[in-house]
């Protein structure tokens, strides 16, 4: 009788707290701005009870557990929420807010002003395949020049940003400041650009309002970044009209080497193309380049590369002075590059840069019997340290020093100067809030040269809008010192100076971007004199000086589209420019011939899978640029005609014997549109002689052949 | 009294018996749940029920394997670029979960080359020589984990499968990979059903496709 009543006391007891054990949790999960968030874990820790939210943000399960407990939330990009909770078989209803999780989501990226193309930055523009796959020659600068805040100037090399003349922009590998992008000067053809945009794994085009990193450009700076270890050892020829070129990299557990050579003629290009241009003895150009990349620890890399050229080429120019004699011109140049850095993560959060770097060029150009040779040696060393400093912010700080030694002699005349150039930086990051970011600098430069210093704020802030888009402003003091010509005679100068203030909307989706930008330059202290070249026109001679000022204004509007059309990517560039200014050997206020009020590209690739090939079209208009007409009163007051070029290309991919090859075909000017870009004068402006493209159209073709495996497995 | 303790005792050790069956009646739940989604939404319910699982056992990395491969199979699914980075990122958090407790683990290995086919897949033109490189190192090192693992071959069958014959892949590349691979799949099963063992029909109907073609 008592065991039965004890076991049915136990019997009761088992199954009451079975039935009675379950507690129900119901509720709702939302973030911040009150939106649900589907797919969310809720559960009870230590336990297997849970459940995911639905698409409205509604939850609701059952426990089995008892006692006092903890409930959990987790949702990916946002902070994991707990909270204590008593499960005593009574219902709960719980609406818990999730808050973002800052690191997780993505920085907002300070970007006013600044077009960056890489893959470790999520809101980028550009992707560093874009640099290779538009444009119809391979160089870097033909694809920036697609980009709205560039001007088209055809007649010579350089990037001409929002009214700044090209030495106003400069090129940096890994940070420091090539002196030489470009291949040696010939008047009234454009060179290349020297470095293959294989070399680089990012890009940061800036067109106004960059860090405090970087300095002595007055309107913008091109920051290329280097490769870090190849993918896998490969060989690679190149076969082109202009020549041939090879290459070999050597990969192993954490250091690689390449070599590539390359030997370029276009003699047999211009037999079957002709040329606009007199030529005697084509281009001609050996080059070669070495690197090596090191992986010293899991975070550290040590970079060296070096290269050199050696080339000569000869024309004949119409003498428009005592026609038809012709003047002779001869250019013999070489180049020699070094550029070794390394980088590393210290002791968690502190980031280390060093760099050097070295370039030496010698020019012979000879004119008929006149010799007239440069040679430069630019040295710079660079070191840049970051630090966090709290979790939401980090410092950068550090030093560069750059000594030019330039040489100019015309025949037995000889210019030289040697300067060194110190710079000291210090800029944080701060991110506010999750939606609101600022990097605040300050750069001081010393020249030896100028004995001067100067002081220059930078600022640049970043508000987010929304899930897509983000409003950027910037400004900044950017000094720069004046052009080797004017140094070669007068160290009475201040560094030249432009202040920028710039605003922008963006709106990056995951197929689509669209931004636009104001900006406002105003120019002071440019270096103000007459450097005495031929031919003389009856321009006022004018003393060494830095009494020149300008302004440059206008707006850049962008939009790129991967989605719109199936398996097509294209973008659209408009620049509004408005600019004035008086420098060099300007008589009065004017606008420089490096400038014109409209400019408009469109830039199409599609890919057609069934011939694995990537077409592209570029086209572009540009209204005429002003010239110079020494019989129009009005200084600069002519204008060239409006420039229209349509190009087209083509990349096959195949198999030549198993090898992974690119067959690439491009014509420039497809529609022969006839660009004029200004007029030469003799001395007494009643000749002048056009000023054209080297060819009307350009027909360019080549074989990219990757020696070893071809199978991305 | 004999009897209150004996019950006492009963009720005890069936609480300990019981942990472990409420492991493997979880795992088997959810695996069959698996082959009843439909939706992305549906495959990160199941991944969420096997992290909860995951969590709560705290030593087992099978559980995180699943979940992983959960988000892997959502991300198939889903139309967005940015939503398929987003469930492949959460791929990554479990299956580092995962490879921590059980390193040089085959499946693991496969697993991981597998999310990052299927991230070289969101963006082929610019992603295929950072990804292709990762998803084939991780394969090979799978393999050389357990070269009975069927999974790795398979895998890299249908990337070349899909690769253009100009890369070096087509449906005459891809054929002698599947066929090894099916060959190891009609090897004897293991016998613990919770191990992955997911592929054959698939292997087959790309097979079925090959042979179709010619």
Redesign the interface.
Known sequence: MF?KN??AV?LIFAISSAVLGQTKISGRITGEDKQPL??A?I?I????????SE?DGNFSFTTDEQGEAVLIV?F??YLTYSQNITLDSKPKHLDIVLKEDAKELGTIVISAGSFEAS?ENKAVIL???DVLTTGSDGDIYSTLETLPGTQQIGETEGLFVRGGSASETKTLIDEMTVQNPFYSSVPDIPSRGRFSPMLFKGTIFSTGGYSAKYGQALSSVLVLKTQDLP??TQSAINIMPLGLGGSHTQLWENSSVSFEGGYYNLGPYFKVQPQRTDWDKAPESFEGSANFRYKTSQTGMLKAFTSFSTGSLSLYFPNLDSLPQKDFYHQKSNNFFVNTNYRNILWDDWTLFAGYSVGIDNIDNKINTDLANRDDIFHTGKLTVTKNILSNAFLTFGGEVQNLDHTSSFNALKGNFNETYLAGYLEADVFFTNDFAGRIGVRTENSKLLDKTNFAPRLSFAYRLGAYDQLNFAYGKFYQTPDPDFLLYSKNFEFENADHYILNYQYIG??RTFRIEAYYKNYANLAKGTVFTYPYFDLPAIPFGSSGKGYAKGIDVFWRDQATFAHTDYWISYSYLDTKRDYKNYPTLASPPFSTPHTFSVVAKR?V?SI?TLFGLTYTFATGRPYFNPNNPKFLGDRGKNYQNLSLNASH???VF?N??VLFISIDNVLGFENLYGYNYSTDGTIRAPILPTALRTYFFGLFISLG????? | MK??IS?FLILLLSDSVFSQD?YES?MKINLAKMDECKNS?DY??VS??F???A??EKDKWLPYYYSALNCVLASYIDS???TKD?YL??AD?YINAADSLAPENSEIYTLKGMIAQARMQIDP??R???Y??E??NN?TKAIQADTLNPRPEYL?GV??FY???????GPT?AKPVLEKSLMKYNQPAPENDLMPHWGKEQVEYYLKQIDGEK
């Open positions: 065991m004890i076991f136990l589907p797919g874990n559960y820790k230590d336990s297997y009870d849970g459940v995911s698409v987790s990916v990009g893959d992707r560093p395949l993918p896998k995951t197929d890919w899978q694995t991919l195949l198999s198993g992974f090859t495996e071809t199978n991305p497995y | 009897f209150i019950l409420k979880g939404n990160l319910k969420n029920s992290e909860r699982i969590i709560a967005s670029k940015t987003i990122n959460k958090k033109m610019n295929w020589q950072k292709g490189t998803a084939t394969f890299i990337g070349l690769t253009p014959q100009q890369f070096g892949g590349a």
